[in-house]
């Protein structure tokens, strides 16, 4: 993979434009893989409650068995198995051990199945947390692709529709400091790339320009980005004039001062998505607003109302067989609702929109949560316009620092208030330095977070 990087990075433009279009090529492929199999998926967006839980419960059962037989580490519960027509496997699995990536990385050996073929394996990002290695099925990492396209469809999404995406692909080196064209154009599959790394005003308005022209039906991109494009965008003489149907999201939380940017920059209704890093249980926002789970993927405690929520959430794969991870805290907080209902028609179980990944929090030291919404309330109650151009990183176990993106005018009228501020939000407990920076820090996949906890990573408890 980095061979193939640095041999893309090293090309020139012209080839580089001509993978991408090779690539785009092969996607057309995968999409009609997708689509097959979320057709054969369909009926499970509505099934009644009684069925949702006996489909469940079956594919339980079916892992737990795989899970006792093949798996090392769960060759101890093996007598279990006998209860399987007599107990539910809700009941079961509260008998066996919560897992983590922590736990699992003490013998990651004894987690995998002795008999695997067609696996693929794949790393979750070490810059954000714990590094871990999951093993894949292969048609479990296809299932998973396809289960985020399908956030797309329920979007609207016709074949022919241009997408243009602000997602961290790396398709402009980062040796170009200041590229004219931070985007690649695949025309097999209709994909506009924007790079994720080289946003700055003029980048920016030239992104602008080319969606402009290019008219995509939809903008897809991580918050982070969309916030700071869509900022950059409202300073320029941007107009938003054709029918964008919505702006997709992922992988990060899209806090309300982020939304309210968007949409006023982009004129349109945002969907988000959810999605765990190893691929164990995914979720996507319908027209409703409402996050719904897949179902298919993976069970988290909770979902039914059969067993207690966990937290951090605890998920087991109905799946994957190479792997299977159960009872596995994903380190996320995931609310789910099992009474709620949603009005688009679908039965699929509901969680809450607001996900916060655990190293999001701010900790002081007696010990004390605070919120990222508070923090953020911190910088809106002041009215501070840059918001955007911010980050709030706890540093040590007593010491926060604010970094703005400003010029040096902005930055002392802000930097008094925001001090302020802050000190009220962590309750005193906190050193506040505020500090002006060029640049915020953008973690290798693409994304910076807005609040960052350096201090505690993913220890917090
Ligand atoms: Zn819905």
């Known amino acids: 993979m980095s061979l193939v990087k640095s041999l893309y990075d090293a090309s020139p433009r012209p080839l580089r434009v001509l993978y991408t279009n090779a690539y785009g ?14 057709d054969s998926l369909a009926y499970t ?17 079916e892992i737990l068995s795989h899970a006792f037989t093949q798996v090392p580490f769960y060759a101890r519960f093996a007598s279990l198995a006998k209860d399987f027509h007599s107990r539910s496997a809700f009941d079961i699995l509260r008998e066996l051990p919560i897992t983590s990536k922590e736990f699992i990385n003490r013998d990651p050996e004894a987690f995998l199945a002795a008999d695997r073929r067609n696996v693929t ?33 329920w979007a609207g999404y016709r074949p022919g529709d241009w997408i243009a995406r602000l997602v961290g692909d790396p398709i402009v080196p980062l040796h170009e400091k200041n590229p004219r064209k931070p985007w690649i154009i695949s025309y097999p599959d209709r994909r506009i790339y924007l790079s994720t790394f080289h946003l700055n005003p003029d980048t920016a308005r030239s992104m602008g320009a080319l969606l402009r022209r290019r008219k995509p039906r939809f903008l897809m991109g991580y918050p982070s980005s969309l916030e700071i494009l869509s900022g950059y965008l409202k300073d320029s003489d941007f107009v938003m004039d054709w029918d964008l149907r919505n702006v997709l999201f992922s992988s990060e939380p899209m806090h309300p001062h982020r939304e309210a940017l968007v949409k006023e920059v982009f004129r349109t209704e945002i969907r988000g998505l959810y999605g765990s890093g190893e691929k164990l249980v995914s979720a996507a926002q319908c027209q ?51 009474d709620q209902t949603c009005s688009c028609g679908r039965t699929l179980p509901i969680m809450s929109p607001v996900i916060t990944k655990h190293e999001d929090w701010i900790i002081t030291p007696s010990g004390r949560r605070i919120a990222p919404s508070a923090v953020v309330w911190a910088f809106i109650h002041q009215d501070i316009a840059d918001i955007h151009k911010g980050q709030v990183v706890q540093e040590e176990a007593d010491l926060v620092r604010v970094y703005l993106n400003t010029d040096e005018t902005t930055f002392a009228r802000y930097r008094d208030v925001l001090k302020t501020s802050m000190d009220k939000v962590f309750f005193g407990e906190m050193r506040v330095e505020i500090v002006r920076t060029e640049k915020i820090e953008v973690t290798r996949a693409g994304k910076s977070r807005f609040i960052m906890n350096r201090y505690h990573g993913s220890q917090n408890p």
């Not at 090529?25 to 979320?38: D, E, G, S, T």
């Open 45 to 61: 967006e509505s099934l009644s409650r009684e069925q949702q839980i006996r489909y469940v419960d079956q594919r339980l059962k």
């Open 25 to 38: 090529v092969a996607n057309i492929r995968r999409f009609r893989k997708w689509n097959r199999l979320l």
């Open 288 to 338: 409703e607003g409402t996050y719904h789970l897949s179902l298919v993927d993976g069970y988290i405690e909770g979902q039914f109302g059969i067993m207690d929520p966990v937290e951090p959430a605890a998920v087991t794969t109905l799946v994957n067989r190479a792997m299977p991870l159960i009872r596995y805290q994903i380190g996320d907080m995931i609310e789910t609702t099992p």
């Open 121 to 153: 394996v794949s790393r979750t990002s070490g810059t954000t947390g714990t590094p871990f290695t999951i093993v894949m099925d292969k048609d479990v990492f296809l299932l998973g692709d396809a289960l985020w396209w399908r956030r797309t469809r």
